[in-house]
Structures are given as C-alpha cells and as structure tokens.
DNA sequence: GATGAATGAGGATTCATTCAT
DNA sequence: CATGAATGAATCCTCATTCAT
C-alpha cells in the first residue's frame, strides 16, 4: 500500500516538474499535471494541499537531494579543499545527468513564489554544506565570509555557466572543468 | 487626432514590470497591469502584440538598459581593469538603485520565457562588453575563456549575491564591495 | 464519481439553439447559453469542444433529425409519389411543429460556418432521400436530373415559403397545402 | 467632393460584403473592415450610423440591385411570360457574375438581423415583380397565389441550386438552364 | 471630412478546486 | 484511495464605438 502511493506521488512529482519547466508555473495547469502523471486532477488533491503547495513542496525536495548528491562522498575527502572539489563535481555531475533538478530550483528561486517560503526551511538544507565552509574559515583556507557569499562564489559560476547552453562554452573536457574549479576556488581561497 | 505617447508607453512598461515582480508572470494579469498603469487593458494591446510580445520587450529594453547602465564612462578608463572595476561597480549601484530592473531580467531568464527569444537578440546587447573581454584576453591579463563563462564569472557571484538580501551577508561597506571584486578579477586573471 | 449526464447535453442543446435562433451565432455568446441552460460556461467544454465544434454538432443532429422525420412512415407508402408526397407533409408538419429546427438549419447553411463542414457529413445525411429519387428516376417518374437539384426542386419551395411567415401568404389549408404539393410535383415529373 | 465621398462609401460597402461573406457578421469586425476598406474605423462611422444600420443598409442596397438587375430589359418583353423568362435568366447570370451580393442577401435573410428591418421596406423592393406576377394572374397564365408564394417558387430553386455549389449538379448548359425554366415555370402554370 | 488613439464591456476559453460516486 | 464531472472566477484579448486633433 504505502509504495503504491509513493510511486504516485513521484507520478505526479515529476510530472510537474517536467510540465513547469516546459511551460512555466501558470502554463502547467494542474489538470496537464494530472494527464502527463496519468492521474485525475483530483488525486493531485490527496497528496498536495494545493497547487502553491506543491511547488513549495517540489522546490524544498528537489534542493534538498540537490544539497544531498552534492555533498555525496564528502565524507571521504581528508581535506577541506577535497571536500570542496568533490561537492564541485558532484554538481557538475548533476547539471549534467539530472538537469530538470537546478532548472525548476533557479526558476523557483528567481521567481516570487520564493518569498512564500520561510528562509529557514532553505537554511537547513544548506547545513551540512555551511559546516564545510566553517571549517574552511576556521583553518583559513578562505576568506572570512558570509556563507552564503562564499558559497555562491564557489558554485554560483558553475551553475551559471551550465545554464549558458553548449554553444555559448559550457566546459566538457576535465581540463575545462579542473580550470572552472581552481576558478572559483581561487575567488574565494586566503 | 491624439498622438501616440511615449508617458503612456511608460506607465504601462513600469507598471508591468512592477507587477511581474511581485506576482510573477501568471499573476500579473494584463487587467491589473492595465489599472495599475491607469489606462484600460485594451490600451496596452496598442502598445504590445500581446503579453508574450510584452514581456520580451520588457526584457529587452531592461535588459539593454542593465548593460548600458554598465558600460557608463568605462571608455574613460585607461586601463581594461580599470573598464571591468567601472562596470562592476555600475553594477552594483545598479542593484542598490533599481532593482527591480535586474529582478524582473533574472525571472524572466530563469523561466521557459526566455526560449522564445531568438539569442542573437540577447547576444547584441552584451556585444560592447564583449569587447572588453576580448581586449582583456588579448593583453594576456585574463585567461582564454569563452566571453560567457568570463562574463559571467566576474559579473554573475555580485548579482547573486544581491539577490540573498542584506540579511545574508549582502556587502555594504566599500571595504567589502572591494573584496568582492576582487574575488571575482581573481578568478579570471591569468 | 458523478456521471455525464445526457440531460445535461440536451439543455445545453436546446438553449444554444433558442439562443442562436434569437440573437444569432455572435449574440448567442457562451455565457448566455450557459445561463440559459442551467450550467456552467464551464460545463458546455465538457460536451462540447469548443463553440465552433458545438454549432456544427447542433447543426448535424438538427439536420440528421430533420430528415429523418422527413422519411417517417415513408416506408408504408406504396408508391413512389406517396413517398414523397408523405415525406414533403411530415416536412410541412415539422415545420410547424418545430420551426426552430429549419430555421437554425438555414441560419448555419447559409452562413460561412458551413464551409467548415465537410460535404460527405451532410450528404450521409441525406442518402435514404436520395434513394428514393433514385428509385423515381429509375421508373421514369420524374426527369433525370442530378438529386439535389430534384430534391430542391420539391422541398425547397415549401421551406422558404414558410419561412415568409403568415402574413405572406403561408398556407394552411390542406387545400392550400395540396395545391402547393402540386405545384412541387408537377415541376419534377416526367 | 461628391464623387470623392461616394467612392470611399463604396469601399466600404464592398469591404464589408466581402468580410461579411468571408467571416460572418461577428467576424468580419468593424476594424477589419476599415483596414479593408482602406480607410479608419471611425471614418465608417460618418457613412453608417452603426453596424447595425450599415448591415441593413448593404442588405437593402443589394437586394435593390438584384431586383433592378433582374427587371432589367423584362419591358422590351412582349408577354408575360417573357418577361419572367427574362428575369429569370437575368438571375441566372447575375448569380454567375456577382455571387457575393445573393450570398450576403441569403445570409442576412437567414439571420436573426432580418427581424429589425421594417417588412414594408423590401415589400417595396419587390413592387415591380410583384406587378408582373399579378399581371399573369390577371391573364390567367398563373394559379392563383399570394405573391411571395408566387415568387418563390420561380425563383426559389434557382437560387437554391446555384447555392449547391458546381459539384452537386448546378446547370450550366443552355438546355439544362431552360429545363430548370421549364420546371419553375410548370410549378406556377395555370 | 478624416483620423488613429483610447476605452469599458464583453467575447471564448481555461483555471484551481470541489463534489458525488 | 481515486475518480471524472462540475463550477465560478479569472484569463487574454477583441469589440463597437467615441474622443481629440
């Protein structure tokens, strides 16, 4: 029973995702929603309070496992900078195999819905990345920074430039790639 | 007969803009538009196709006006630092004082909208900095990148930045706007 | 779940075609056959595509309807004549009883929603007629001539001249009547 | 000066005539019919008091002109039944050279705008043929029958059948014409 | 006389959501 | 739990008409 329902919820999850990154926010109407996810407009209703708290929903999850992947092996870095280039790649690796993900957050996030949001539920998720950066200031590999400066200085290029599109020099090749991240590293190192 | 007027034009174009920033595309209906630029909804359709038309306009003539705003007195500079310092500079003011301008550029980049604009619309208007770039590249004081990975990692943390809200650590003193420049020309200095 | 309701599209139906009859195709705006049905505007997509597709189905069904109680009882008329002579009274008749019908059929015949329908739609309609001219063509009854020339030639006199309304000279005497089933014949006959 | 007002009432009226039959009477807008016509919405309205008015006027100037057309030579015919034949032939070719000024008539005529127009004012169109059919009473040539009954069924069918359009059997031959004449002529005989 | 700008009212249609099964 | 029918409100846009020049 429970996976039954878990399996509709993704139905509709991605569903949504898809059609919103397609046609925006008011171009994907619940009931598109509900033909692309093979459901009825109503079931939608089950398990989304409404549509604004489904895109609520859908943003928080999809930064979340975001935040998740990117920090995924981090663990395993000796040190802070390894960490740091880890988490780099596993986003690259991301924008690349799951690119719907960072699509729908950057229009969430550049759109008035995210006002809506209370800023700590965005705040905890970025947690265990701010706790890298701490350790980071604290053995003064970088600069004293406001976090979210910080982080945005190290990823922020990276997901600018993935948005580019190829024709415009998204980078392909790991020397590309080591450049983009000695880059960022570089703005921010001490 | 009465004459076609630039004011109105006006009106309806900040009002939009407004709008749109505050409800997002969809909520921004062409009736609130038209009653908050005073005129009636069919009004606006003597100005614009339609909201599609409208839109790009919009994007376009703000986004032109953000990159004019830029490039202001950069030709006084001797140096391509000095332009780049210029512009960034220009940026940020331009951030402080209408930021609207770049709010509205960013959601509208950042959703499906943006696709139906043809890039060489978009690619004029950043030809002048372009230039900059390629001077840049060519005295060897920046690494070979293609303009839009440059541009956009010197350009793109501030603007991200100034997007998290003084609350996140969004800098303030001339002290920290020079950090941050730094950062940035560090990242792409050869 | 509820259960579409065929009731529901007879209301419907019957509304659109008060309406149209009253005010024409753009008077009768959605709205207003909504409201005289009972439904919502919203219902009417429900059962019907859209407004253009909905004209042509009441156009389909009231003609199909016409002509089929135009050959009502034709099958247990011995001869030929009597056929005809029993479908041109069932016509006379649902013209009186129905009015409505022929006129939202002359009011779409001859308007340029027409062309929008395809010829075999409406010639499928009228096969068993045309069989039957047919037939009297075949025992010399009546001179050759393409069917819808001949059927015009018998039926359209009466639709128009009940269309004069009564002031102008609409029979109603079964003299009358006689007389101008006559007058009919004797234009075919051989 | 006269001319000059004459001519742009004139591109007017066909401008609408041609909308009006291409688009319906929703259709064909009164700024589409201006930009036809060559000339500014509001210039419409210094010939026509409205649309409506204007419909009804195209509609009586048209129909005016069938009628004229179809009289026209009938007084060099010797009999009665000359002059039928005469303007039945002069319907014929009138439908052939000018078929947008029936089609718009029937159109018109088959629409809930027919109901505005005082019935005097096409009685008083249709005078001179009425004088004619009374004439063939009067001579016994003729049944005895209301005009318009009369009327309709001379030339009724004509007009039907060259509305089936040049697939479904519209004579074009001299003798199926004359057959058609013959036919007519029969339906009315005495 | 002629114009194009301007408009409020209304057009067809779709929306997010709820109801009844 | 799941559904498709049902809906009032709202959408974008166009209309017939008038205004100011």
Redesign the interface.
Known sequence: MRVKDEEKRQQIRDAAVRLI???????ASMSKIAKAAGVSPATIYLYFENKEHMVQSLYLELKAGLLQGMMAGTDQEATIKGKLRRAWRNFHALLISRPEIYRFC??F?????IRALPPEKIDRIYSPMAAVFAAAEAQGLI?P?????AF??VF??LG??M??GPQ??V?STPEELD??FD??W???AA
Chains 1, 2, 3, 4 share one sequence.
């Open positions: 990154n397609e046609m925006g926010f008011a171009g950057e229009q996030y550049n759109s008035p819905y600069r920074l406001p976090f979210a400066v945005t200085s922020g290029p600018l430039v948005k580019l415009n020099g980078p450049t983009l880059m960022a570089r703005s921010v």
